[in-house]
């Protein structure tokens, strides 16, 4: 990374809140890493951007081995990474006794288990460039 350059790695960036939170940081001079489970979206999402400073990753985050990977290969792009922004997430609204044990799983690896697999494997790096951030967003 050079001198002044910073890089931030969001969740969830195809859509919503993880895209214009990509667009903020852009437009606040960051290199931005982007991941998101859905793939063609998300590529869609970042060549619209038309940025040299914005990079796509298809990522589920509900899979450790896809997010050490991920990380990995987002440390890679820039050269370090100096912030983390755990947005992805599942909202369903059913009512609990409608909602079965599989859709449960999938909520809960997604909502809980991914922002604690994004952070155990972005600390390390954080660590090597001095420190940095974490912002979670939750639902």
């Not at 896809?66 to 912030?83: E, K, P, R």
Request: glycine share 10%; aromatic share 6%.
């Amino acid at each position: 990374m050079a001198a002044g350059e910073k890089t931030v790695l969001i969740t969830g960036a195809a859509r919503g809140i993880g895209l214009a939170t990509v667009r903020r940081f852009l437009d606040e001079g960051w290199n931005v890493v982007g991941i998101d489970n859905r793939g063609d979206e998300l590529l869609q999402a970042f060549a619209d951007l038309k940025s040299n400073r914005a990079r796509p990753l298809v990522c589920d985050v509900a899979y450790p081995d896809q997010v050490t990977d991920n990380v990995a290969q987002a440390v890679t792009l820039f050269g370090g990474l100096n912030a983390l922004v755990n947005n992805a997430g599942i909202a369903d609204f059913a009512a609990a006794a409608d909602h079965d044990y599989a859709l449960w799983r999938q909520v809960m690896a997604t909502n809980l288990d991914g922002p604690f697999l994004m952070t155990q494997a972005i600390v390390p790096h954080l660590r090597q460039q001095g420190g940095g951030a974490i912002v979670n967003i939750t639902s």
